[in-house]
């Protein structure tokens, strides 16, 4: 039998057999730094159709035994984790759960825990434990450093114990929270801020022009957006459906942040710089108001950034739009995102340390790059409302905010996935460049 504190590096010691449920994007991450760091037993299996695929693609991988379906996994794994969609994790769980091999440990990789939860208490026998799991990162961004929450929810510390032990390997760092409180930092953290993209994506979409090739959405802060942007519509439409719909707080701050970008419109539409200047200091003064200065900022020089932009390094290129700073910008979706959470009362610096993804970071590194100069604020706020060449691009923007707030209080994913794909569709010839060298950029943020 193993020990809680096993390790796989330990050539006597017996090994507790690890079952992946689902080996898409996030299973077979899972499935490859496990087996680099030489677990022997580790089960798999995604749905039976794609049994002998798999068989095939893991024949040479060491410590993986590929399995027909999730009962043969669940009977033989000491650690179980599911990791499907959440839309179908309670269907998955009810089919496999009774199948969970005694005193096993079971976990699910799901972005939402509300139905993780739910399936679980419903659907798992007493006698097996509960400790659940959640990588705030993509599949392709390696784990080290990263956040790896931990929820003991139903279980003994022994259990956590091996949880722990198991993924000691990844180098990530260990988050412990409640279900509860996953569900709501999340919606801080990643449903707001993909509410942002998904937004700007869509404005740019509707006006069937790429912005990047505009000159006025290059260099600095303009490729953050326009990176994360194509990063988030190259992944998959449940990820983001899911932690959107399925997560009963997502829904008051994607809303909120809808009405940010409304209010601040419509003060820029009445000429009103005063009002638009005083509401935007206001939400600076809560948000940013309390942070050390002496912390150093997370964002990237302009410079550095530059090398990250899609088509080219504008300044090597040679670009008149680009040769100097970037073209003056209203910067709506940022002073909406400050607004928001100055409404919400959220103190986007405390998720920093506790739970942010590398998306968050860097949206909260530019907010910050923005907010914190007044130079850049004050001409941020003139442009919004004197310069009405943004005015296009920002009324498509509103629209696309009030759209996917909409879509997601009315819960329904299949309006969700056929926003998203349309949009997506937009931008697909452009995702293997953007997500290769997005995963430079982030690279250089988190080493930075
Ligand atoms: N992608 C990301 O950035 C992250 C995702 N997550 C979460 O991880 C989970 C998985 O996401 P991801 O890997 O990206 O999604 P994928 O769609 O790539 O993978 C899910 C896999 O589960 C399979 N599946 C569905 N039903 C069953 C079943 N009954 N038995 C076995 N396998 C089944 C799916 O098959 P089929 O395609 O046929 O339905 C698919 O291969 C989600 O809950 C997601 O929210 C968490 C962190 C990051
Ligand atoms: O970093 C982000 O916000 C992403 O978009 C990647 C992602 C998606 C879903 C998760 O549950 C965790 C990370």
Redesign the pocket.
């Known amino acids: 039998m193993f020990r809680t504190n096993v390790s796989p590096n330990d050539p006597a010691e017996e090994h507790p057999t690890i079952g992946l449920i689902g080996m898409g994007a996030m299973g077979a991450m899972y499935a490859k730094h496990l087996s680099n760091a030489g677990w022997k037993k580790i089960s798999v299996c995604d749905i039976p159709a794609k049994f002998e695929s798999l068989k095939l693609q893991y024949a040479d991988v060491p410590g993986i035994t590929v399995h027909q379906d999730g009962h043969a996994v669940s009977r033989i794994s000491d650690f179980i984790m599911y990791s499907v969609e959440a839309e179908y994790i309670d269907r998955v769980v009810s089919q496999y759960g009774p199948s969970t091999k005694v005193g096993a440990i079971v976990s699910g990789q799901?972005?939402v825990k509300a139905p993780e939860k739910d399936a679980f208490e419903k659907y798992l026998p007493p006698d097996v434990h509960i400790v659940s799991l959640?990588?705030?990162?993509?599949p392709t961004?390696s784990p080290e450093g990263q956040p790896l929450v931990l929820i003991q929810h139903r279980a003994p510390d022994s259990s956590l114990h091996l949880v722990e032990n198991i993924f000691r390997c990844f180098g990530s760092r260990f988050v412990y929270l409640t279900y509860e409180d996953h569900d709501l930092v999340?919606a801080n953290?990643?449903a707001v801020?993909?509410a942002a993209f998904l937004t700007m994506g869509t404005a740019w979409a509707s006006q069937r022009a790429y912005p990047w090739e505009q000159g006025q959405y290059v260099g600095g802060i303009e490729t953050v957006k326009v990176n994360i942007m194509l990063?988030?519509y190259a992944?998959k439409w449940h990820?983001?459906a899911g932690?959107a719909i399925l997560n009963p707080f997502a829904r008051i701050q994607i809303d909120q942040y809808a009405s940010s970008a409304t209010a601040l419109f419509k003060l820029m539409l009445a000429g009103d710089e005063q009002g638009l200047r005083t509401r935007v200091y206001d939400a600076r003064e809560q948000v940013f108001g309390t942070v050390k200065t002496e912390r150093a900022p997370i964002f990237l020089t302009e410079d550095v950034l530059d090398q990250f932009t899609i088509g080219g390094h504008p300044k090597l290129n040679g670009s008149p739009t680009t040769s100097s700073a970037p073209p003056s910008n209203s910067h709506l979706a940022l002073l909406a995102m400050v607004d928001c959470w100055a409404h919400l009362k959220i103190q986007p610096f405390d998720h920093l340390d506790l739970a942010a993804?590398?998306?968050?970071r860097m949206w909260i590194g530019v907010a910050e790059y923005l907010f914190r100069s007044p130079n850049r604020l004050d001409s941020a706020v003139r442009s919004a409302v004197y310069d009405v060449t943004h005015r296009s691009d920002d009324l498509e923007f509103v629209i696309a905010a009030r759209g996917w707030s909409q879509c997601v209080s009315f819960g329904s994913l299949e309006l969700y996935k056929r926003r998203f794909l349309e949009t997506a569709s937009f931008f697909e010839s452009r995702f293997e460049e953007a997500s290769a060298i997005g995963s430079e950029m982030i690279k250089a943020i988190s080493q930075s």
């Open positions: 799901t972005s959640h990588s705030l990162h993509g961004v999340t953290v990643q801020t993909h990063r988030i992944n990820v983001y932690l993804t590398p998306i968050f």
